[in-house]
């Protein structure tokens, strides 16, 4: 009997022996690390989420790649996105892409914002739009 629960014995045969009863389990070091769907859909997540041209995921696989290899750094992917959606689901908390891809944007509308909360404040703000980044 192990724990509370009774399990039958698990008969196996040998070529050299007779029928030979052994012990129920055969006990393993080695136990899988959380829930098997979880894992394969964060694997899956991470693989998609390195293919987006431009995130911050694809720069973070792509320095990482060259010293864990392939697996490893799409494990570490995974690990960032498993704390994206922690701190989502459990502070709340908004995403927002912080990669190259999405940096113009950003200074633009940033650059917009400011100027409007200099002329709140009463200062005579000048400029245009800011120029995109030519990258030859």
Same mark, same amino acid.
């Given at each position: ?24 389990? @055969? ?5 899988? +690390? &959380?829930? =098997?769907?979880?894992? #394969?859909?964060?694997?899956?997540? $991470?693989? !998609? ?34 704390? @994206? ?5 459990? +502070? &709340?908390? =908004?995403?927002?892409? #912080?990669?190259?891809?999405?940096? $113009?944007? !950003? ?30």
């Amino acid at each position: 009997m192990v724990g509370n629960c009774e399990r039958p014995p698990v008969i196996t045969a040998y070529p050299d022996d007779d029928l030979t009863l052994i012990r129920p389990y @055969l006990y393993s070091t080695r136990s899988p +690390k &959380g829930d =098997r769907h979880m894992r #394969r859909l964060l694997n899956q997540a $991470a693989q !998609s989420a390195i293919k987006v041209k431009g995130s911050i995921f694809e720069l973070t696989f792509h320095r990482l790649f060259p010293r864990l290899g392939y697996k490893k750094a799409i494990w570490a992917i995974a690990h960032r996105l498993c704390q @994206l959606l922690w701190l989502t689901l459990r +502070k &709340g908390a =908004r995403y927002e892409e #912080r990669g190259p891809a999405v940096s $113009a944007k !950003s200074k633009r509308t940033r650059a917009t914002r400011m100027i409007r909360e200099l002329k709140k404040l009463a200062y005579r703000a000048e400029g245009g739009p800011v120029p995109a980044l030519n990258r030859a």
